[in-house]
């Protein structure tokens, strides 16, 4: 279980936060500042990536808040949590695909350059949430088999018990 350990997870989560707000920094600096050439098309794949980070935002804060914060643990699903971080690939995809498709259509100059670099921070933001994906299908699936949170002291204890190793082998695994 070492590379995809729930561990990790808050570091993958801050790391998402960075490149949501490069995605929609870039986005934002294409529409406002960058000026459009005459006869350039508009498309909804200027736009797409400003809503994918507003919603990537609200889905890793919800996350994050309901794990780490007494206050919201009320509203923690590990199901929930399987089911955004699954459709975030898609999403994220998406963008990919309509930022593409707009490039190969008209693609000139300060434009064009922010307009690939916001298609690789989405094409990476979708790998990443794959992986958050796993984790979160893994976390999911032994929650429901065992009724524990996976890497949680007891299940460590139990997987203690059943394989006769030290906690610290066990630790160390997880």
């Known amino acids: 279980?070492?590379?995809?350990?729930?561990?990790?997870?808050?570091?993958?989560?801050?790391?998402?936060?960075?490149?949501?707000?490069?995605?929609?920094?870039?986005?934002?600096?294409r529409l406002l500042i960058v000026k459009v050439p005459a006869g350039a098309p508009r498309s909804r794949a200027n736009t797409m990536a400003l809503g994918m980070g507003a919603k990537s935002l609200?889905?890793?804060?919800?996350?994050?808040?309901?794990?780490?914060t007494a206050m919201f643990r009320?509203?923690?699903?590990?199901?929930?949590?399987?089911?955004?971080?699954?459709?975030e690939i898609v999403f994220w995809?998406?963008?990919?695909?309509?930022?593409?498709?707009?490039?190969?259509?008209?693609?000139?100059g300060t434009n064009c350059i922010l307009s690939w670099v916001v298609t690789g921070v989405a094409g990476t933001l979708s790998t990443v949430a794959a992986y958050t994906a796993i984790?979160?299908?893994?976390?999911?699936?032994?929650?429901?088999?065992?009724?524990?949170?996976?890497?949680?002291?007891?299940?460590?204890?139990?997987?203690?018990?059943?394989?006769g190793r030290s906690m610290d082998e066990v630790r160390r695994n997880y």
């Open 1 to 29: 279980m070492g590379f995809f350990s729930n561990r990790y997870m808050f570091a993958v989560h801050v790391l998402q936060i960075i490149l949501v707000l490069l995605a929609i920094g870039g986005s934002v600096v």
């Open 74 to 87: 009320k509203w923690a699903s590990l199901k929930a949590n399987m089911i955004l971080n699954c459709m």
């Open 135 to 163: 984790v979160s299908i893994m976390d999911f699936r032994c929650f429901k088999s065992t009724g524990m949170h996976r890497g949680s002291e007891v299940e460590l204890k139990n997987e203690q018990v059943e394989d």
């Open 93 to 108: 995809a998406a963008v990919v695909f309509l930022m593409i498709q707009a490039n190969l259509k008209f693609c000139v």
């Open 58 to 68: 609200i889905v890793i804060l919800y996350q994050v808040l309901s794990e780490h």
